[in-house]
Each structure stands twice: as structure tokens, then as C-alpha cells.
């Protein structure tokens, strides 16, 4: 009886900690990766993902200003902005690829401008979240 007693307890105490988006099935563990949220967006998961490629694009568009000496169309060469959004909800830049020094600031500084937001999550928990942002003139 006791054994039983311990074995239960083992099972609902293993299920209470479990942690959210992570599966294992055989000898294979996956940890489901959950996007950060873009303030104002809500819905599903798929909703969510969507409205945050929309906001991201639609910030970049709005927001980008062509330095002294730049017009639009005249710049050949794309600027490629690795960046992630950190634990906390914030961007920060990984690295700059392409393009005059004047362009890669004017793509840092817009992406530095994007709005705290709900960090993305693994495993249940926050973690920082890759992405490549092309700048194409």
C-alpha cells in the first residue's frame, strides 16, 4: 500500500511541475518555442505571429529615415540586421551585414525602436528570441 501511496504521489507531483511546451516522446525531447507578442496583438498563437510580422514590417516602414545624402531607390545593396528579443521584451542588436555605415545606423536605431513587448517563451519560460530583418532601399 505504501508503494502504491509513493507511486501516486510521484505521478501527480511530476504532472503539477511539468513544464508548459515541452514533450517528450521515447528518448526524443522537444521544447516548443513560443513567440514574443507584439503590444496590442492578441488572439491564437498563429494570430499572434501573424500581427507581429505585420507590426514589425509596418514599424520599419513608418519609422526608417534615409540619412542626408540617401534617396529612396537609389541604394543597391540590401542592410541585414540580426537582432533578438530578449528575455525581457527588448531588442537588441546581434550584428549589422551590408550597406554604408550612415544605412546600418539608420537600421539600428529603427529596430532599437521597437516596443517592449511580451517576451517570447521555451519550455514555459522567457527566452530571447532570434531574428533577421532585411533592409531593402
Not at 511530476?14 to 516548443?32: D, H, K, M, P
Amino acid at each position: 500500500m505504501k508503494k502504491l501511496f509513493v507511486i501516486a504521489l510521484l505521478i501527480f507531483f511530476g504532472n503539477t511541475y511539468a513544464q508548459e511546451g515541452i514533450t517528450v516522446s521515447g528518448n526524443a525531447l522537444s521544447i516548443r518555442e513560443i513567440p514574443p507578442v507584439w503590444p496590442g496583438c492578441s488572439g491564437s498563437e498563429a494570430e499572434k505571429k501573424a500581427c507581429f510580422k505585420k507590426q514589425l514590417v509596418n514599424h520599419v516602414v513608418t519609422n526608417f529615415r534615409f540619412p542626408e545624402g540617401y534617396k529612396k531607390g537609389t541604394v543597391k545593396e540590401p542592410v541585414i540586421v540580426d537582432f533578438v528579443i530578449n528575455e525581457e521584451g527588448k531588442p537588441q542588436i546581434l550584428g549589422v551585414k551590408g550597406g554604408t555605415k550612415p544605412l546600418q545606423e539608420e537600421a539600428k536605431r529603427n529596430i532599437m525602436a521597437i516596443p517592449q513587448m511580451t517576451p517570447g517563451q521555451a519550455g514555459g519560460k522567457p527566452r530571447a528570441i532570434k531574428y533577421s530583418m532585411p533592409f531593402t532601399f
